[in-house]
């Protein structure tokens, strides 16, 4: 497979990806293109975990710059990242069925204490360390606009298991929470006129008791 | 542009910004707005590098300034929906109140209803007539079955439970009346084909209804307190084709059911010694064929004995076992030929036959902690890593210098992770101990469970001596005093989810205290 004529750097990349690739798999990265016009590169690998770029690469037409309408490029690149980082362990059929638990499971309460000691060894607890870099990849977000940006550009990738983890992660932030918390929490214009708001607590008396 | 203007904040991260690149897509002259960054690197932007650039997010990142606007309204309707069903239900249903824009959201999210918190059964009504679908999951006490059967039936055919993706129908008392079990409504399995997660409690399943089901996305499965029949129960599993997860304790109608699942990957079992007469309970359990199952795990009810007798005919990825315990009397585990059995004097019988190479993780219930017990224990498991034990006396002084002289030098103990409930320094637990202490070389953590005023510095220093922790036989081994027990034998299981924890016995609760250990 004779790698396409660009900048050298690339070709490492393309025999990596030639090697390991299905074999039908060639040329180079895709080129998303951002709202300003910048190209981000992603792996064709990284690729199928966005349904979108996997029905474009299966019918032909991922060759040239992809534009991803309203993705500024910095969300591209985390994006990019979570893909890249994901990929050599995607599984398609597993990120489709998978499960998810709204509640959890053993109500344990742990209380953190000065000495909180763990026992070493597991077995198989995130063996590929994603479970922690998904923690990190989102605690590491500025601010709650770039959460917000990543849902939508995962969700108009259809990436759902970045879907997933940002939905989960903005659940995390109102879980437990007052209304006026979570408005504090999300910015959110509370636009109700206090008629709105009663009739709103009326309807709902169950839900407001406690 | 906002974005980039933004990145500069992050100038100190490695990605270096497009320009770099010599193939820049369309006419848009980039340079100018972007800031210098890092030093020029040859590899391109974005993430299409080689590994080293992919750990860390990009600068910048979706970086609109924070000013208070709200942005969370930019998100779908869809989006918003999902969020909101990972939601408790009154934190979901209250979601109404936030702003206009969630008014009503709420209503056309995937429903996530638990009847166990609300205060009437009126309430879970008024939801789910108010409410539009589809159903992501729905709970409620199983008693209500017994109570009110036509207004479970009514919730059951709501259309706000269309497309139901786990049903819950949760045991609040213990031991109900096993006479009456009422039968589960037929409604309950319009759901069959969407099912993914189903805990069925206190009923009765028919034949007629149980036989025509398939469940073709059903991965977890509890039954508790069910009467069915053999051949019911067996169909069911046959006709549930991914099911990973499977919860049958206290089952009555049959006595032996036999396992024989391609996709099953834990099984919990358990026997409730039932005094009807006139009743006959699940009882034995044969592992026929489960190629991909890896933890067989009790479920005990609490403190009360149990009979049952699990055989294991071929489950070549076993890995985790237990908690087999000392009281479960007319009990058996058979793995192969290896049987092991409570027994009243000796704890637990063991005859090994055929070790049982792939088991890992074990966890033993025993009265008298007795090394003599514990090694026939580990011998039936020769590639052990991990060994919970909860004993409560001393029986035996567990002298093993002389008696395992020749066994030492044979036994290759390959245990990484020793946990010792209910310790208290005493001599036959000190002696016990020094046998993994001085023994096990690839040891890397033990834990003693303690009370919690024993755990003093004198306590501590003397235990340090005792127990030789400076002639240990593994030089990173670590050990630790915790001051909380695990109250739960080790068995942390409440529910089809909590089978699919790889190790079921690791208690969070009694992480807490001081430690020792060397460097």
Redesign the interface.
């Known amino acids: 497979m004779a790698p396409p004529a660009?900048?050298?750097?690339?070709t490492?990349?393309e025999q990596q990806h030639a090697a390991g690739g299905e074999g039908v798999e060639v040329g180079g990265?895709l080129?998303?293109?951002a709202?300003?016009?910048?190209?981000?590169?992603?792996?064709r690998s990284?690729a199928r975990m966005s349904t979108t770029l996997f029905d474009m690469i299966e019918a032909g037409c991922a060759e040239?710059?992809i534009p991803i309408k309203g993705a500024?490029?910095?969300?591209?690149?985390?994006v990019?990242?979570y893909?890249?980082?994901h990929a050599p362990h995607y599984d398609p059929v597993a990120s489709a069925?998978r499960?998810?638990?709204?509640?959890p499971?053993?109500p344990?309460?742990?209380?953190p204490?000065s000495?909180?000691?763990?026992?070493?060894?597991?077995?198989?607890?995130d063996p590929h360390g994603l479970e922690a870099w998904d923690r990190k990849?989102i605690s590491?977000?500025?601010?709650?606009?770039?959460?917000?940006?990543?849902?939508?550009v995962a969700?108009l990738m259809a990436i759902e298991d970045l879907?997933?983890l940002g939905?989960?992660a903005?659940?995390d932030k109102?879980?437990?929470?007052?209304?006026d918390e979570?408005?504090v929490a999300?910015?959110?214009?509370?636009?109700?006129t206090p008629e709105?708001?009663a009739e709103?607590?009326r309807e709902?008396a169950?839900?407001?008791?406690d | 542009m906002e974005a980039l203007a933004a990145a500069p904040r992050r100038a100190k991260r490695r990605k270096p910004e497009a320009p770099k690149s010599p193939e820049q897509e369309d006419g848009a002259n980039i340079s100018s707005l972007v800031p210098a960054t890092s030093a020029p690197d040859s590899c391109p932007p974005g993430a299409g590098g080689d590994e080293s650039h992919i750990q860390d997010p990009p600068p910048g990142a979706g970086g609109e300034e924070e000013d208070g606007i709200d942005r969370i309204s930019l998100l779908p309707d869809a989006i918003l929906g999902e969020v909101i069903s990972l939601l408790p239900t009154k934190d979901a249903a209250r979601t109404q109140i936030l702003a206009n824009r969630w008014r009503h959201l709420w209503r056309s999210a995937p429903l996530n209803l638990d009847g166990r918190d609300l205060r009437t059964i009126d309430v879970v009504s008024r939801i789910l007539s108010a409410h539009r679908g589809p159903g992501r999951r729905f709970r409620f006490p199983a008693q209500h079955l017994q109570y009110y059967p036509a207004i479970v039936d009514a919730w059951l055919r709501s259309p706000a439970l269309d497309n139901l993706q786990e049903i819950d129908c949760c045991i609040d008392i213990y031991a109900p009346d096993v006479l009456q079990a009422p039968p589960q409504p037929a409604s309950t399995f319009r759901f069959s084909s969407c099912l993914c997660v189903a805990t069925l409690s206190q009923c009765h399943l028919s034949d007629d209804v149980a036989q025509a089901l398939q469940f073709p996305k059903l991965k977890k499965l509890s039954l508790q307190w069910v009467s069915i029949s053999e051949d019911s129960l067996h169909s069911i599993i046959a006709a549930s084709p991914v099911l990973e997860c499977l919860l049958l304790s206290t089952i009555f109608g049959f006595r032996c059911v036999r396992i024989n699942s391609a996709s099953l990957t834990s099984i919990g079992v358990g026997a409730n010694a039932g005094y009807e007469p006139t009743v006959t309970f699940l009882e034995e359990f044969i592992i026929e064929d489960a190629p991909c199952l890896k933890r067989i795990l009790y479920h005990r009810p609490p403190q009360l004995p149990m009979r049952l007798q699990v055989s294991v005919i071929s489950a070549p990825n076993l890995e985790t076992l237990g908690c087999l315990k000392y009281s479960d009397y007319s009990s058996r585990l058979t793995l192969g030929s290896t049987i092991i059995e409570p027994c009243y004097i000796k704890e637990f019988r063991v005859i090994n036959s055929t070790p049982a190479c792939t088991v890992k993780i074990l966890a033993i219930n025993i009265f008298n902690l007795r090394l003599d017990v514990i090694i026939d224990l580990m011998r039936c498991f020769p590639c052990l890593e991990k060994l919970y034990i909860q004993s409560y006396e001393e029986g035996d002084k567990n002298l093993w210098h002389r008696k395992h002289h020749n066994l030492i030098k044979c036994l290759d103990i390959r245990l990484k992770t020793v946990v010792l409930n209910n310790y208290r320094g005493i001599k036959s637990q000190v002696n016990f101990t020094t046998f993994f202490v001085l023994n096990a070389k690839m040891l890397e953590s033990m834990t003693f469970e303690c009370q919690r005023d024993s755990v003093t510095d004198r306590f501590l220093a003397e235990q340090h001596q005792l127990l030789q922790l400076e002639k240990r036989a593994s030089r990173c081994a670590r050990f630790y005093f915790t001051t909380e027990s695990c109250r739960h034998e080790f068995l942390h299981i409440n529910h089809a989810h909590d089978l699919s924890i790889s190790d079921p016995f690791e208690c969070v609760e009694a992480g807490v205290g001081a430690c020792l250990s060397f460097e």
């Open positions: 660009t900048d050298a750097a690339t490492k990349q990265d080129r998303l293109v709202e300003c016009g910048t190209v981000v590169r992603l792996s990284a040239g710059g500024d490029v910095g969300t591209l690149r985390l990019a990242a893909c890249e980082k069925a499960l998810r638990d709204p509640f499971p053993f344990i309460e742990f209380t204490a000495y909180a000691v763990k026992p070493v060894t597991q077995l198989d607890p990849f590491d977000l500025p601010d709650n606009s770039a959460l917000f940006n990543l849902i939508i969700n879907v997933d939905c989960t903005v659940a109102m879980r437990g929470k007052t209304p979570i408005r999300l910015d959110i214009e509370n636009d109700y709105q708001e709103v607590r709902n169950w839900a407001f008791e």
